[in-house]
């Protein structure tokens, strides 16, 4: 990774090899909160999978230890709800994946980092196009 980040007009590319799209400006997401799944040497969750999450999706994942539903207003969250576009872990949407959970998710918005850890095949498999 170069490191640059800064929202659709960042240089990182997505999936498909195009200019990462925005996942979502509300909620806004993303390791750097400009709504797209842009990543660094510091993301060490390499927030980079682009989902629309579900109510099982979040009941999934709260029961693996990480709340995404409830609000927490001390750090500007205010929880997500089913429908909401999200910048998820790449292993935790492979985690997911493997349990039957994984949401769908927005490929020209899911950065190409993602393939380190999950095939091409995997991601189109659950693509939508919103």
């Keep these: ?9 960042s240089s990182q590319l997505n999936v498909l090899g195009s200019p990462l799209a925005t996942c979502s400006l509300q909620p806004l997401t993303g390791y750097f ?12 969750g390499s927030h ?3 989902a629309r999450v579900t109510a099982e999706f979040l009941a999934f994942s709260k029961a693996r230890g990480n709340d995404l539903s409830t609000p927490m207003p001390a750090y500007g969250f205010d929880g997500l709800n089913p429908g ?3 910048c998820l872990c790449v292993t935790r949407w492979k ?3 493997d349990a039957g959970m994984a949401p ?5 918005a899911t950065h190409q980092a993602a393939l380190s850890v999950v095939t091409l095949a995997q991601l ?3 693509a939508i196009d919103d």
């Design 33 to 44: 909160r400009t709504g797209c799944c842009e990543t660094a040497a510091d993301d060490f």
């Design 104 to 108: 769908r998710v927005v490929l020209a």
């Design 124 to 126: 189109m498999a659950h």
């Design 48 to 50: 980079t999978v682009c």
């Design 1 to 9: 990774m170069d490191g640059s980040h800064g929202g659709g007009g």
């Design 95 to 97: 985690e997911a994946l």
């Design 84 to 86: 909401d576009r999200w």
